[in-house]
């Protein structure tokens, strides 16, 4: 095979020094862009080629590109961290590189070779490494995403398609910074169905989320979080989060992966964190009137969303169309706590990694 890599481009016209400072102090998600992107082009004749690291800027798009009609679109999400002895350092890189191929197999494109994955987020890391935020709970978010490039109006998997990763100064997802967060149940929309697309993460999922998270924001509450298509009654994740129940004899729970949630890096972490202490966890099913019954009486302290860019939140109240409740006493509980800190410590370097979930770059 041809000798494949990401030729480096430097933008001419960066951002000033006190203009990245000032933008790098209280980041928030999302909106702050560093000065590079990485992009691969891939064609039925030519595989993968044309990989570059150059200056992040709008590029042209045919209006009749396949990705603007049918959605033939995937993406992932991952953390460069700036760990204390001033290296940088990813969190199980590898595991988005096959999850991105996963989605790809099911979006019928083509996979991206893990080895090209990772020498992107490298390169691009590299390059931008001055936008990693110094600040504790600062990191920069890699968004690498495929879209369908060919210029063809029917409806078949595209013959061109264009790889792009950005990468994003990021604080806390949520404003003000971590807090325990309000759900509502949403009991009239799904999100994914047994065959659908719920364990891909593609970009129509999120679109077919929004809704429902707009009627959560609407009545008052942080995120929606859905229940299984077919019966509605089994509760599956919230609209960018995996989701953990923790009861009162010490046993953790989290919806099994069936095909219609995304099979979370951070669900998988925290899975097998619990294990080596040794604590009884479960993939198990959880239907939304256990976790109702079970908040009131006290057989479940505590609930926890997670993933990636929202890292640990601690879920306080829960509301459907007819009822709602609080989870435990409603703020973070303590092995809520020691989770998140077990898990930010591996990724920042300040604790043994003995499962080698940290790549310094
Ligand atoms: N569920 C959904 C729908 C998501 O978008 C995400 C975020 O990527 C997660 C769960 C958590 O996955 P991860 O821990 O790999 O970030
Ligand atoms: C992530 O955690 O990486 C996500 O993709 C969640 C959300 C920002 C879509």
Redesign the pocket.
């Known amino acids: 095979m041809r000798a494949v890599s990401f030729a480096i481009e430097p933008n001419p016209s960066p951002v000033a020094v006190e203009e990245r400072s000032a933008r790098l102090v209280d980041p928030g998600f999302g909106r702050v862009f560093t000065d590079h992107m990485a992009t691969m082009r891939w064609s039925e004749a030519q595989g993968w080629h044309d990989g570059r690291i150059s200056a992040r800027q709008p590029f042209q798009i045919d209006p009749a590109s396949a990705v603007l009609h049918y959605a033939q679109e995937i993406f992932e999400?991952l953390k460069a961290y700036r760990l204390d002895d001033g290296a940088l350092a990813l969190f199980r890189p590898e595991a988005?590189a096959r999850?991105f191929q996963r989605s790809a197999r099911r979006m019928a494109m083509p996979e991206l070779p893990e080895e090209l994955f990772l020498s992107s987020i490298r390169a691009l890391v590299r390059t931008d490494a001055d936008w990693v935020p110094a600040q504790d709970g600062g990191s920069l978010y890699l968004r690498p995403f495929l879209i369908a490039s060919e210029v063809f109006l029917g409806v078949k998997p595209a013959s061109e398609y264009l790889y792009v990763v950005l990468a994003s100064s990021a604080g806390s997802y949520w404003k003000g910074g971590t807090r325990a967060v309000s759900l509502w149940v949403s009991h009239d929309y799904s999100r994914a169905a047994i065959g659908g697309t719920g364990e891909a993460?593609c970009g129509g999922?999120?679109a077919a989320s929004l809704v429902a998270q707009q009627e959560a924001i609407r009545r008052g509450y942080d995120q929606v979080v859905f229940l299984d298509a077919a019966e509605r009654r089994w509760i599956e994740?919230?609209?960018?989060?995996?989701i953990f129940f923790v009861f009162a004899d010490g046993t953790i729970r989290t919806p099994p992966l069936t095909g219609t949630?995304?099979p979370?890096?951070?669900?998988d972490s925290i899975l097998q964190l619990l294990r080596d202490e040794g604590l009884r966890v479960e993939e198990a099913p959880y239907a939304i009137d256990d976790w109702r019954a079970d908040a009131q009486s006290g057989r479940v302290t505590e609930s926890f969303a997670?993933?990636?860019?929202a890292v640990v939140t601690p879920i306080g109240q829960v509301a459907g169309p007819d009822y709602a409740f609080t989870v435990g006493s409603g703020a973070t509980g303590q092995v809520t706590q020691r989770i998140l800190d077990r898990l930010t410590a591996i990724q920042r370097g300040r604790a043994p990694d003995p499962h080698g979930w940290l790549q310094r770059i």
């Open positions: 999400g988005n999850r993460k999922n999120y994740e919230l609209g960018g989060m995996n949630i995304l979370g890096i951070t669900r997670c993933g990636t860019a």
